[in-house]
């Protein structure tokens, strides 16, 4: 089987038995995953977040997967505006889970293939997605022709981690991509196990720079150390178990699932002749906000 159709597979299964994953917590003010939503992009508060989208009359989720971040968006955008989510694998589910919001609406698309009929937009987030296709930079600059100009795109991308982080995930992927939804999720249930084990040890270590090991000096809970370094074992004591587990599946069962430098994403922004406002590398992604010039 092609990787991309793998890993369009893999993400079908994936929304289909978990269509409200981590939905509630994407909504949640001050949940872990809304926080990291809005710092990533450079706000430090909901507030912040809600004047970022002020003014937006159309804005576009470029991945929307079950409709989480194309909630959050309508929840704080306008009322006014137009907000569309397009996937190519679960457009379906966040139809569904979108039913109740009026300004929202949500389409089949394959973000490298034609998108002109959706016209422009002032406002698109993709992020989360790109690193899931067959080529990144051309989904990019694909999505950027639907910009408007003074527009803005919004993007995240899975960065090239610390060496045996990198070892490990690929280890895993290639074990468990070819396998059934079960399989792998049985698989990813120990996987998961294990970050929660580690994460209610509750324990902070501090350790030196080990520069061959990409380790970066510090302190850090001891899930966070093996997470950041050694071993993809997310866990979040807010998600059920099984929502968990499916956060692991989703990182290790596509196959397509590419890393990328702040530098290569820089030079996208450059190709589209766009300019960069905003610009993030934490442990787990690469955040890029940029605008097109009227």
Known sequence: MAKSDQTFSSFKDKWENNRELAFSETLKEGSDIFNWILRRNGFDNPDAFKQWLAG???????????????????????????????????????????????????????????????????????????????????????????????????????KQKAPMREYADDFIRSAISSLPYEQAMSDMREVTELGKLLSELDTKVTVPDVRVLGIEAG????????????????????LSFEDNAAINYDWYHP????????????????????????????HYGITVRGVRPS
């Open 56 to 158: 937006r009359s159309r804005i576009l989720d470029a991945g929307c997967g079950n409709g989480r971040v194309t909630a959050l968006l309508s929840m704080y955008a306008p009322t006014s505006s137009n907000i569309l989510g397009i996937d190519l694998t679960a457009a379906h589910v966040a139809q569904e889970n979108l039913a109740e919001f009026k300004n929202v609406r949500v389409q089949q698309k394959n973000i490298l293939e034609d998108l002109s009929d959706l016209g422009t937009f002032d406002l698109i987030y993709c992020q989360e997605v790109l690193h899931h296709t067959s080529d990144p930079r051309a989904a990019f600059l694909n999505l950027c022709q639907r910009l408007a100009n003074d527009g803005e795109i919004a993007i995240y991308v899975y």
């Open 255 to 282: 196959q397509l699932c590419t890393r990328h430098t702040l530098e290569e994403v820089e030079q996208w922004f450059k190709e589209a002749k766009l300019e960069i406002i905003h610009r993030l590398v934490d």
């Open 219 to 238: 302190e850090y809970d001891v899930q966070r150390l093996i997470y950041h370094f050694f071993l993809k074992c997310f866990w979040n004591p807010s």
